[in-house]
């Protein structure tokens, strides 16, 4: 099984972008997590990261015949993107949206996610941690 995992804008700031709400992990301890989370399962990933809507749009057509399933935490893309919620309808390949924090008890812009109507599930809230269930719900079925 191989997975896609897409990380949205300002994620690769992770570790000095706000970490009383991101924490003061970086982003390479987080790819690090996403490596040993799929080891766990036998599993297979490759991890992308962008600030462009584009390229994660093309990321996410890319990922058609390549991918079983894919693993993104759009960032603010999340609540404005229907281009991104129109390829991950297009390719029809089971997603999961992560969240490392709980966008419910945030500001009311961040109450929406577009990408919430075709993820499978959604982890948010749940740190790191996120990611490690969001495999575990598509390669083991694990809830
Ligand atoms: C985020 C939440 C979004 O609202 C925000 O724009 C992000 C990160 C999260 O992981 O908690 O960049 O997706």
Redesign the pocket.
Known sequence: MKLLVIN????NLLGIREPGI?GDRSFGALCDFIQKSVDEVGAECELFQSNHEGAIVDAIQGALGRFDGIVI????Y??TSVAILDALSAVHIPTVE????N?ME?EEF?HHSFVSSVAKKTY?GLGFEGYRRAVRYLVLGEE
Do not use: K
């Open positions: 949205g804008p300002n994620l991101y935490n759009p960032a603010a999340t609540h992560v969240h490392i924090s966008v945030r961040r948010m």
